[in-house]
């Protein structure tokens, strides 16, 4: 068993090291791109901090220094809407370009890591990688 705690382990530095890399051209880190790509996939609605933090699972301390670094450069920006204290963030046109020119390498990435893995094999992944989420998030673990 503590063999695949390594194993996802090695997995989640291998991807982080990797979009690092990818993404320092940019100047963006992983954490970075990850907030940018949910607000690119959330543009239907207005996200807020809250909304961000959540859908992450992280503090909201974790993710305010991020999206001050993503404004100074220039990637989204706060929709000050009156009369409320939760304020909607929104990506800038420089924010929405990137994401499209981001993007555009997403289908090498799926290539990649999922090479040699038939449809049927990802999708059992999915499930089991959900159902490990999922344990995680229940009272057992988080009262150990």
Do not use: W
């Not at 996802?8 to 940018?36: C, M, P, R």
């Not at 996200?47 to 992280?58: E, G, Q």
């Not at 924010?95 to 020119?101: A, N």
């Amino acid at each position: 068993m503590n063999e695949l705690k390594c194993y996802l382990k090695k997995i989640h530095n291998q991807l982080e090291a990797g979009f690092n890399k990818v993404y320092k051209k940019y100047g963006l880190t992983s954490t970075q791109l990850d907030i940018l790509m949910y607000l690119s996939q959330e543009r239907d609605r207005e996200s807020t901090l809250t909304d961000i933090a959540a859908h992450f699972n992280v503090r909201h301390t974790s993710v305010i220094h991020v999206l001050k670094l993503l404004e100074k450069k220039g990637f989204i920006c706060k929709n000050a809407v009156q009369g409320t204290r939760a304020k909607p963030i929104l990506l800038t046109d420089s924010g929405r370009l990137l994401i499209s020119e981001v993007k555009k390498k997403s289908p090498l990435l799926d290539e990649i890591m999922f090479a040699g893995l038939s449809e049927s094999d990802k999708q059992f992944l999915e499930k089991m990688l959900r159902q490990i989420y999922k344990n995680l998030e229940s009272d057992a673990f988080k009262n150990l």
